[in-house]
Nanobody, 113 residues
Framework: QVQLVESGGGLVQPGGSLRLSCTAS????????MSWYRQAPGKQREWVAT???????NYVDSVKGRFTISRDNAKNTVYLQMNSLNPEDTAVYYC???????WGQGTQVTVSS
């Protein structure tokens, strides 16, 4: 059974940084297409970033230049480095394994002074 576990969320002041991690277990072989999504209170879940197995990345415009998605295939782990955070980034962040259609449980990120 595939399991995705996120970590690294928390409370941070505006302008601060956080790094989220998503580790997969119960899979055979390496992860391929992996994404991060987020859901703010009262809003729909939105796509944030995707990384392909070869390392190619894509981002939603609102996070370009501030967030970086990366992966460690040996550890079956995907990361989301978030810099210059602002209150609009407050949300529950979810890891998604596209080819497996599997979601993590989410990790809360709160940006507030």
């Amino acid at each position: 059974q595939v399991q995705l576990v996120e970590s690294g969320g928390g409370l941070v002041q505006p302008g601060g940084s956080l790094r989220l991690s998503c580790t997969a277990s119960g899979i055979s072989g390496s992860l391929t297409l992996m994404s991060w999504y987020r859901q703010a209170p009262g809003k729909q879940r939105e796509w944030v970033a995707t990384i392909q197995s070869g390392g190619r990345t894509n981002y939603v415009d609102s996070v370009k230049g501030r967030f970086t998605i990366s992966r460690d295939n040996a550890k079956n782990t995907v990361y989301l480095q978030m810099n210059s955070l602002n209150p609009e980034d407050t949300a529950v962040y979810y890891c998604y394994a596209n080819t497996l259609a599997a979601w993590g449980q989410g990790t809360q990120v709160t940006v507030s002074s």
